[in-house]
């Protein structure tokens, strides 16, 4: 058969494929979330997320040494505090020298090229385990605001780089925006997360962090899985308050508002690989049902695709080792 076009020539080797590949994925593209709990040498696995754990300062410093020699230039810390340190408004959350605050500046001073990126929001701190302050079973918005502020202002100070604000009460990039540069931080910048869904995928960073919700869900102020044009309007606004880039979480079951937003926003949108992504494919690699190196790579390459400039991924040792032995 004479065919003029025969699209499977552009596939015939691997040099062709590869050079003729409209996306690829990069450990730049990476930031690797951590998780950092109180005490010395402990290095806790997290059983719902199989390679991933819970590290006390100390172990952590030693960790990061890995995570930097593969080339990963920015990671995520998230807190595990125990339930006797938290309360309704998270106070702890400011307070100086807290654990949180501690490993901001220790891994700061220890690794200075890297970048930190924090999260603000109530959960890690508040006994109610929600983003926010709880009266009468609702989740108070403007009161809760106060709090992040203070706690974005707190995480500058320790050393933060990118302030990542996961909690969707509205108004707070804004303020907290303002709240950064009356302080003096105008250069400390803030990655919002917009939209973000009221999603089942996030259950094994709950057991990581023990923050799940003692009572209800987050349905009124994380977003419907239902909706994509109300992501429009979400980081329309976030772009408006001053957000310097935009993210999307959790990533594979929403790659059409990854696609959305990066087709419509001149900034940066970022894909959160969220715990329960991770899990299916360990969990799935670990039955021998799934090739977990590949389905790993076609995962983090499907985010590239759609449009995320940036992907927050607990696979990112895995997929820089991989990409460094290529
Ligand atoms: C909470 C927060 C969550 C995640 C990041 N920050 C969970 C939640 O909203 O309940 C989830 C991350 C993941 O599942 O990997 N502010």
Same mark, same amino acid.
Request: charged share 25%; net charge negative; hydrophobic share 45%.
């Given at each position: 058969?004479? *065919?003029?076009?025969?699209?499977? $020539? ?14 690829? %994925? ?9 998780? !950092?709990?109180? =005490?010395t040498g ?14 006390s300062l100390d172990t952590?410093l030693i960790?990061?040494?890995?995570? !930097? ?25 400011? &307070?100086?020298?807290? %654990?949180?605050?501690?490993? *901001?500046?220790?891994?700061?001073? #220890? ?26 079973? #609702? ?15 707190? &995480? ?15 108004? $707070?990039?804004?303020?907290? $925006? ?5 302080? =003096?931080? &105008? ?15 996030? =259950?094994?960073? $709950?057991?990581? %962090? ?11 102020? &994380? ?36 696609? *959305? %937003? ?11 690989? !969220? ?18 190196? #590949? ?32």
């Open positions: 058969m004479n *065919l003029l076009h025969r699209p499977r $020539r552009n596939r015939k080797s691997e040099a062709i494929r590869s050079m003729v590949a409209e996306n690829s %994925l990069s450990v730049n593209d990476f930031i690797f979330p951590m998780f !950092v709990t109180g =005490g402990k290095k806790e696995e997290i059983k719902s997320m199989p390679g991933i754990s819970r590290f952590l960790e990061l040494e890995e995570v !930097v020699a593969l080339g990963i230039k920015c990671i995520c810390l998230f807190p595990n505090y125990p339930e006797s340190k938290k309360d309704k408004y998270a106070t702890e959350s400011h &307070q100086e020298g807290t %654990l949180y605050l501690e490993s *901001l500046s220790a891994i700061k001073a #220890k690794f200075p090229e890297l970048a930190i990126m924090t999260d603000v929001a109530m959960d890690p701190y508040s006994s109610d385990g929600h983003d926010g302050i709880v009266e009468d079973g #609702k989740i108070l918005n403007d009161e809760t605001v106060e709090v992040l502020c203070k706690m974005a202002v707190a &995480q500058a100070k320790a050393g933060a780089d990118i302030i990542g604000p996961s909690d969707m009460m509205d108004g $707070r990039i804004e303020a907290i $925006r303002a709240a950064l540069d009356a302080e =003096g931080f &105008q250069e400390v910048s803030i990655m919002a997360y917009t939209a973000k869904y009221a999603s089942a995928f996030y =259950g094994p960073f $709950r057991d990581a %962090l023990e923050s799940a919700p003692k009572f209800g869900d987050k349905k009124t102020y &994380q977003m419907n899985p239902a909706n994509s044009k109300e992501a429009l309007l979400e980081a329309e606004l976030d772009i408006n308050e001053g957000a310097d880039m935009i993210m999307v979480k959790p990533a594979f079951s929403y790659l059409d508002v990854i696609k *959305l %937003l990066n087709d419509n926003f001149n900034i940066p949108v970022t894909a959160y690989n !969220v715990s329960g992504e991770y899990a299916m494919i360990k969990a799935a690699a670990n039955n021998g049902w799934i090739d977990g190196e #590949k389905a790993m790579m076609e995962m983090l390459l499907s985010m590239k695709r759609a449009g995320a400039s940036v992907i927050l991924t607990y696979f990112a040792k895995e997929a820089a080792a991989v990409l460094n032995k290529n």
